[in-house]
């Protein structure tokens, strides 16, 4: 079993840990066991009652409401709203909740239905980043088991690059791109993602993949010769220095505009070298493409 913290919770849910503790007080839907120092900490189980409450609340359902709902109740008011927004919140939290119990088979049954009623493209925007931002939290804390990444990832990954393969670009940027990921980052989902984004449009993309060491991407650009370098990072590995990081990337790869999102950049204060630019979510990301 996966043990949760309150802040996972969080993270995963949108529901502030100050309301959820609220809910514990005045609810008896949400019951955290506690570790030997009174620490809580929260299930599976609990994880999955607490994604659907949030959804259900959130498009219109008082909290006194859901708390005399059984589990099958929930489920069910949960898998009939109808909005849009609810239920994209609705599958992409399916998608977590098989991911815990790792439901191979289920999690690739719903990308697979999803895809072809909707296409790949908009499968990755509404659903696939989505996904990747939410858990992405968990990877940085290790409050993932590593096996449930793995097989989480590996489905995805091979849906991107199903993707990437069969895109069919509708127009031609005139721009040319360079995708690596440094040394010890090898969680290239976002990596990927914009691949596929980039492609679909027309642009000319060098990747050279995850792990790549800094002088390896510097020959690729001056080789090459890119107008952009994009780079996405999703964990601080041990001993990465973020701030030396941009500096040596700056230095050695100077000529074009570097590009940088994830985790490491949410938050990140200080000015900025010249070159390097941060996008902070994908709708940033689609809107710079979209103007290029």
Not at 59 to 80: C, W
Not at 196 to 209: D, H, N, Q, S, T
Not at 242 to 258: G, H, N, V, W, Y
Not at 264 to 272: A, E, V
Request: avoid cysteine.
């Amino acid at each position: 079993m996966t043990k949760f913290t309150i802040k996972d919770l969080e993270n995963l849910s949108g529901i502030k840990a100050h309301t959820i503790r609220i809910w514990e007080q005045r609810y008896s839907f949400l019951k955290p066991s506690r570790t030997d120092t009174n620490i809580r900490y929260y299930s599976n189980d609990d994880l999955k009652t607490i994604l659907n409450i949030s959804i259900l609340n959130k498009y219109g359902y008082k909290i006194s409401h859901i708390n005399k709902m059984s589990v099958n109740d929930v489920q069910t008011r949960v898998a009939e709203l109808n909005l849009a927004g609810a239920q994209q919140e609705r599958i992409v939290n399916e998608l977590i909740q098989l991911m815990v119990d790792l439901d191979t088979a289920g999690f690739e049954k719903i990308l697979d239905k999803q895809i072809a009623t909707n296409g790949i493209e908009k499968v990755i925007i509404r659903i696939i980043f989505p996904f990747f931002e939410r858990i992405g939290i968990l990877w940085q804390t290790g409050h993932i088991n590593p096996a449930q990444e793995h097989l989480t990832t590996n489905i995805i990954r091979q849906k991107l690059i199903v993707g990437i393969d069969q895109a069919r670009p509708v127009l031609k940027i005139k721009r040319s791109f360079l995708l690596f990921l440094p040394e010890r980052e090898h969680h290239e989902l976002g990596l990927l993602l914009v691949y596929y984004l980039l492609k679909k449009r027309g642009a000319e993309v060098f990747y050279i993949g995850a792990n790549v060491p800094l002088k390896d991407a510097q020959f690729v650009n001056d080789t090459k010769k890119p107008d952009f370098v994009y780079i996405h990072l999703t964990s601080n590995s041990p001993g990465f220095n973020f701030e030396k990081f941009l500096k040596q990337t700056s230095e050695k790869i100077s000529r074009p505009i570097i590009i940088i999102s994830g985790f490491p950049t949410h938050g990140y204060k200080r000015s900025l070298p010249k070159n390097v630019e941060f996008k902070h979510s994908l709708v940033e990301l689609v809107e710079f493409i979209s103007l290029l």
